[in-house]
């Protein structure tokens, strides 16, 4: 038992760099207060004293502000940073060395009965404020950013930000063929359009504008083809790109031009018509 508290406790230094001393640790950490009163809310939820178990777990949750279910099943160096407003349902499965933010919530999507709340698997790290929900797993090392909705499963080494959560990136990423890309062109395309695609950092991605700046290569690459099919035209006809557009000339429009300055002498003899019913009916 003692075994265990300590290595909860070292978990927390090693994690946050604000815990100073191991006093320190055990009477002012919520996170630490509550796995603890879980561990013990869980044998009884184990042992059919459902009762019990949750006003163990309603009393945990007035101390500390993280409402664990006792039905929940956590693992080893489970460490929760500040903590208020975490909510871990009652069929969640956490796995070994996990780390959850304040406001996270390990939901379900579902009133049926059985498994509908998510399973975390070993080092995944959860931001503040993220929501996952459902009955699905996220991968070992997986990170969520912060304020993510995720309603899918999530692989291993993934990153997940954004509403819906997109993966950002992956431990293993896809290969995708490299363009050749003039650097001044580029960024005469992204001056044309007003965006500013290329100032994202790789660091913290953003998934709307890696889509525009994919748009943007293509348009580039696009671009870079047709002005080689253009010189080949030229080399096939050395008077392309010099021909002219053919004149238009006014008798082509002859025809049209007459019915429109025929249009203004129309009206007045329709109004007078008009007039005359008008006159007609009266008398």
């Not at 871990?88 to 406001?103: M, N, R």
């Not at 959560?165 to 001056?191: C, H, M, Q």
């Amino acid at each position: 038992m003692f075994r265990r508290l300590r290595e909860d406790i070292n978990s927390v230094f090693d994690r946050d760099p604000a815990a100073r001393n191991f006093l320190e640790v055990l009477t002012n950490y919520p996170g630490l207060h509550a796995l603890l009163i879980h561990r013990l809310s869980h044998r009884l939820w184990r042992a059919n004293l459902r009762w019990l178990a949750r006003s163990l777990s309603t009393f945990s949750r007035w101390l500390t502000g993280i409402e664990i279910h006792p039905g929940a099943t956590i693992g080893r160096r489970f460490f929760i940073d500040h903590g208020m407003g975490v909510v871990i349902g009652e069929t969640a499965e956490v796995g070994d060395d996990v780390t959850l933010y304040q406001g996270v919530t390990l939901g379900g999507t579902s009133w049926n009965k059985g498994k509908r709340h998510p399973t975390l698997e070993d080092g995944v790290i959860v931001g503040a404020g993220a929501k996952i929900l459902g009955p699905f797993s996220v991968g070992a090392g997986a990170k969520i950013g912060s304020n993510a909705v995720v309603t899918k499963e999530v692989p291993a080494g993934a990153t997940v930000v954004g509403i819906p959560g997109k993966i950002v990136k992956r431990d293993e990423p896809d290969a995708a063929e490299s363009l050749e890309v003039d650097p001044e062109r580029r960024e005469a395309i992204r001056r044309k359009f007003g965006f500013d695609a290329y100032g994202v950092s790789e660091d913290m991605p953003d998934p709307v504008a890696r889509s525009i700046q994919a748009m943007l290569d293509h348009m580039h690459a696009v671009d870079e083809r047709l002005e080689r099919m253009c010189q080949t035209l030229r080399k096939v006809d050395a008077s392309y790109r010099e021909g002219e557009l053919p004149e238009l000339r006014d008798e082509d429009f002859a025809e049209v031009l007459d019915d429109a300055c025929k249009m203004p002498e129309k009206a007045p003899a329709a109004e007078a018509t008009a007039k005359a019913g008008e006159g007609e009916r009266r008398g």
